[in-house]
């Protein structure tokens, strides 16, 4: 079966846990990157070498083919450089110290669990809501990139926001704010959200 996979992040399938722990990024990622990353690679500061942390620009750094790759902080550039050897030209923080082994492990579990910048708390409406809306959740988890969220609305008219990761040819699949996702079939959507998605897709 043929998968368009699109600029978002990936997720599990429609509103059920992704599997991994996702970690608040405002209170336990952005402060590391504040005290360590942000004298070279913030608005604030200065940007060097294209890369901004700052978190309403974080997103372009999020991909696939990206310094940081969704779901696998091994293959992540930025990870890669916090763990080089102080004396080699591509380690980083360049002008301080190494990061702590908590603080890495930190991104780390971040990376793994998504890089979601901006998930939250669901309140009971939300998921009640979420929960309704798809009617085949897999739990299958999936790779994918950074991209926006958009209101989708199934065929029973109820709505929810998430990121659009991947087109099949009878399904979609989704991501909220919260890392949590759905699997939804075509036929569950709305005709606007089914063109959503294919606009999306590029079909």
């Known amino acids: 079966m043929k998968r368009a996979l699109l600029p ?87 002008k301080g110290s190494p990061l702590a082994k908590r603080e890495i492990e930190a991104i780390e579990a971040w990376i793994a669990a998504g890089a979601i910048i901006d998930g939250a708390a669901m309140s009971p409406d939300e998921e009640k809501r979420a929960a309704e809306f798809s009617s085949v959740p897999t739990g299958k988890k999936v790779d994918g990139a950074a991209g926006e969220y958009l209101s989708w609305t199934n065929a029973a008219g109820k709505v929810i926001e998430a990121r659009l990761v991947s087109l099949d040819a009878d399904s979609v699949k989704l991501l909220l704010k919260t890392g949590r996702a759905y699997d939804v079939r075509l036929q569950d959507l709305s005709p606007e959200s089914v063109a959503q998605a294919k606009k999306l897709a590029g079909q």
């Open 8 to 94: 978002c992040l990936f997720l599990s399938t429609l509103f059920v846990d992704s599997g991994a722990e996702v970690l608040d990024y405002k209170k336990e990622v952005l402060p590391i990157m504040k005290k360590n990353c942000w004298d070279c690679h913030s608005n604030e500061k200065e940007v060097k070498g294209n890369v901004d942390l700052d978190p309403g620009t974080l997103a372009d750094q999020i991909g696939p083919y990206n310094i940081i790759r969704p779901g696998k902080p091994g293959e992540s550039g930025f990870v890669e450089r916090l763990k080089l050897d102080e004396t080699h030209a591509d380690f980083m923080p360049r």
